[in-house]
C-alpha cells in the first residue's frame, strides 16, 4: 500500500514486556478507497532483543470507505435480476453465483459442462480482478450442479483457476438452474 500510514501511536515498556498501540491506514491495491484498522503489538524481550511479537487489530469504520461497496464487473452480462454481480462487505467479497453466460447474456456451452464451468470461472475471475482480487483470495466455493457426476469433469477446470490455492468447497446437485441451458452455477467468498 504506497500510502500506507500509522498514526497514535504510543509505546509502553515495563520489565520484559512492551506494547505498541496504533492506527494503521492505507490503500489496497484495486481498492478505490483506503481501509483502518486499529491494532496493538505486543513484545517479549529478552536480552534487549524481541524475542515474541504479536499483533493484534481490527477493522475501524471509516467515513472516506463504507463497510458495504456493490460491485459490477463491466466485462461481463449485467445482471439478470436484482442483485449485484459482488457485495464486498469490510474485508470479504462476497460473489454472487455465476453461470455460463457470455458478454450478451447467453448460455454458452450447451450441454458441454467443461466448457459451462469454464466460462463460469472466467466470469467469476472478472469479478475479481474488478475488486482487485485473484482466485488466490477466494476462502470459500459452492458449485451447484444439476447432475453430480459432472463433479468429476469440473475438477480439472477448477484446478487450473485455482491452481495450488485450495478453498474450502461445497459441491450440491440441484434439479435445475436458473436457465434451463444451464449445468452448473458457482459462488465464492474471498477475503482481502
Not at 140 to 160: K, Q, S
Request: with cysteine; hydrophobic share 40%; glycine share 8%.
Amino acid at each position: 500500500m504506497p500510502d500506507a500510514r500509522w498514526d497514535n501511536v504510543r509505546h509502553f515498556v515495563n520489565g520484559d514486556r512492551g506494547v505498541s498501540q496504533w492506527i494503521y491506514s492505507g490503500t489496497p491495491p484495486g481498492a478505490n478507497a483506503p481501509v483502518a484498522r486499529e491494532g496493538c503489538d505486543l513484545f517479549t524481550f529478552r536480552d534487549d532483543k524481541i524475542l515474541v511479537k504479536d499483533t493484534f487489530q481490527k477493522i475501524v469504520e471509516s467515513p472516506a470507505r463504507p463497510s458495504r461497496e456493490l460491485i459490477h464487473a463491466s466485462a461481463i452480462h449485467k445482471p439478470v435480476g436484482r442483485y449485484a454481480h459482488a457485495v464486498r462487505y469490510k474485508d470479504l467479497l462476497f460473489v454472487s453465483g455465476c453461470g455460463p453466460f457470455d458478454k450478451e447474456g447467453n448460455v454458452t456451452g450447451v450441454g458441454d459442462i467443461v466448457t459451462q464451468a469454464t466460462r463460469t470461472l472466467q466470469n467469476i475471475k472478472e469479478i475479481l480482478s474488478d475488486a482487485g482480487l485473484t482466485f488466490a483470495n477466494v476462502i470459500r466455493e459452492t458449485v451447484y450442479l444439476t447432475d453430480i457426476n459432472d463433479g468429476v469433469d469440473t475438477r480439472a477446470v477448477r484446478e487450473a483457476f485455482y491452481g495450488e490455492v485450495l478453498p474450502a468447497a461445497t459441491l450440491i446437485e440441484i434439479s435445475r438452474c436458473a436457465h434451463p441451458d444451464m449445468k452448473i452455477e458457482i459462488e465464492v467468498v474471498a477475503g482481502f
